[in-house]
């Protein structure tokens, strides 16, 4: 098993331009979880998806979108980039279905920059 | 709403000496709490975790933590910590109903020969 897989792993973008991070998960996880990791603040979740065909807005949404593509893909876009978004983006996946409390496996991480 | 917060942000430490990183929660339920390692350059990794039941938990590389309710802490401790244990660590606590993760802000931890 791969586990939690993510492209690509380093992004330089301008100001304005858009992108998509990937994400898959190969262990038949039900929720799936997008954060951003900026330092001295830990990981603030952006969006997540409970299960297949549902999305729900964390902490920190605000200039992405986000598309559970089936159960085992779920992608996090960026449409207009701005500086601000420079961050390490990480996905994770859990077992459990919206309500549980299980273990989250993160992926390694896509390192964005932005002009 | 649930809050966690990591007392400190940096804590070098000599090999072979004990540690204890702090972790401190806020929830006006009944929460579980993670510890979660992130080495250089990779994503994060369960440490271990508290759910129910005994509130000592312990990981296989040594580390323990205690859920203490009525100080609302649940601090990382290792008796005798090695090189290989440079990493950043992560408190986070999770609620029923809150449905997701909230992670402290991370306590860098480098040990030093």
């Given at each position: 098993n791969a586990g939690v897989t993510q492209t690509?792993?380093?992004?330089?973008?301008?100001?304005?331009?858009?992108?998509t991070l990937q994400c898959a998960?190969?262990?038949n996880h039900n929720?799936?979880?997008?954060?951003?990791?900026d330092p001295g603040m830990g990981l603030r979740l952006i969006y997540y998806s409970a299960s297949e065909g549902t999305t729900d807005k964390g902490e920190v949404p605000n200039g992405y979108n986000v598309s559970r593509l089936n159960k085992r893909e779920f992608s996090l876009r960026l449409e207009s980039a701005a500086p601000s978004q420079t961050s390490v983006y990480f996905c994770a996946s859990s077992e459990l279905a919206s309500g549980g409390t299980d273990t989250q496996y993160f992926?390694?991480?896509?390192?964005?920059?932005?002009? | 709403a649930q809050s966690v917060t990591q007392l400190?942000?940096?804590?070098?430490?000599?090999?072979?000496?004990?540690v204890e990183l702090r972790c401190n929660y806020s929830s006006s339920v009944s929460v579980y709490l993670f510890w979660y390692v992130q080495y250089p350059n990779q994503g994060l990794q369960l440490?271990?975790?508290?759910l129910s039941g005994s509130t000592l938990v312990k990981s296989i590389n040594g580390f323990e933590a205690e859920f203490n309710k009525s100080q609302t802490s649940?601090?990382?401790r290792k008796p005798s910590v090695h090189i290989s244990d440079t990493a950043e660590y992560f408190?986070?606590?999770h609620s029923g109903s809150a449905r997701q993760l909230t992670f402290g802000s991370g306590t860098q931890l480098t040990v030093l020969p």
């Open positions: 690509p792993k380093f992004q330089v973008l301008k100001t304005g331009q858009s992108m998960q190969d262990m929720s799936m979880y997008w954060y951003r990791q992926g390694p991480g896509t390192r964005l920059t932005v002009l | 400190d942000s940096q804590v070098p430490v000599f090999e072979e000496a004990p440490l271990l975790k508290y649940f601090h990382l408190c986070a606590c």
